[in-house]
Antibody, heavy 120, light 110 residues
Framework: QLQLQESGPGLVKPSETLSLTCTVSGGSISSSSYYWGWIRQPPGKGLEWIGSIYYSGSTYYNPSLKSRVTISVDTSKNQFSLKLSSVTAADTAVYYC????????????WGQGTLVTVSS | QSVLTQPPSASGTPGQRVTISCSGSSSNIGSNYVYWYQQLPGTAPKLLIYRNNQRPSGVPDRFSGSKSGTSASLAISGLRSEDEADYYCAAWDDSLSVQVFGGGTKLTVL
């Protein structure tokens, strides 16, 4: 059974780059038909899809964030990562990683989430 | 403002049946699968329904999903106190090329 765990700094300064890693256990990140995605949730607000990467390496990004987002996979470590550049206070949120089997929107399971605060 | 519209709140008493609606358009619900997620307080969202009406293993059959045209619904029967949570619908939007979520519905069990 897949399990995902986010890790990374909880505090990032404005204009810097937010970097998070999601470690996958219980299965291979190279498994066919899987998407690996990032979703965020500002405090007290709803969910926003950031982007996903397919097992083949194809990436899909939210157009509203596309210019600042990079999602990549490290198969040797069974991890995938998120980089979000030029962050502002509006990027403060709980960031979740999730897997999707066959359909990009079928997020299951999710990591527990990690709060990232953008502040000087 | 979310592309998918959900009522901000819903409520019911134990044992009751409650439905939560999700309204979209031809570019999202009208042409793509709908997903439903449950987020218990302080926890990560959990997949409840995929492909409009399919339940992952482990999700009780008290939860059911349906879709008609550009709208979808989540029904919860035999309401329990542990069902008190936020519920989100989601779908791919072909026009925006983005996976969109509804604004969420807070379900209160009275």
């Amino acid at each position: 059974q897949l399990q995902l765990q986010e890790s990374g700094p909880g505090l990032v300064k404005p204009s810097e780059t937010l970097s998070l890693t999601c470690t996958v256990s219980g299965g291979s990140i190279s498994s066919s038909s899987y998407y690996w995605g990032w979703i965020r949730q500002p405090p007290g607000k709803g969910l926003e899809w950031i982007g996903s990467i397919y097992y083949s390496g194809s990436t899909y990004y939210n157009p509203s964030l596309k210019s600042r987002v990079t999602i990549s996979v490290d198969t040797s470590k069974n991890q995938f990562s998120l980089k979000l550049s030029s962050v502002t206070a509006a990027d403060t949120a709980v960031y979740y990683c999730a897997s999707s089997l066959e359909q990009l929107g079928r997020f299951d399971p999710w990591g527990q989430g990690t709060l990232v605060t953008v502040s000087s | 403002q979310s592309v998918l519209t959900q009522p901000p709140s819903a409520s019911g008493t134990p044992g009751q049946r409650v439905t939560i609606s999700c309204s979209g358009s031809s570019s999202n619900i009208g042409s793509n699968y709908v997903y439903w997620y449950q987020q218990l307080p302080g926890t990560a969202p959990k997949l409840l329904i995929y492909r409009n009406n399919q339940r992952p293993s482990g999700v009780p059959d008290r939860f059911s999903g349906s879709k008609s045209g550009t709208s979808a619904s989540l029904a919860i029967s035999g309401l329990r106190s542990e069902d008190e949570a936020d519920y989100y619908c989601a779908a791919w939007d072909d026009s925006l090329s983005v996976q969109v979520f509804g604004g969420g519905t807070k379900l209160t069990v009275l």
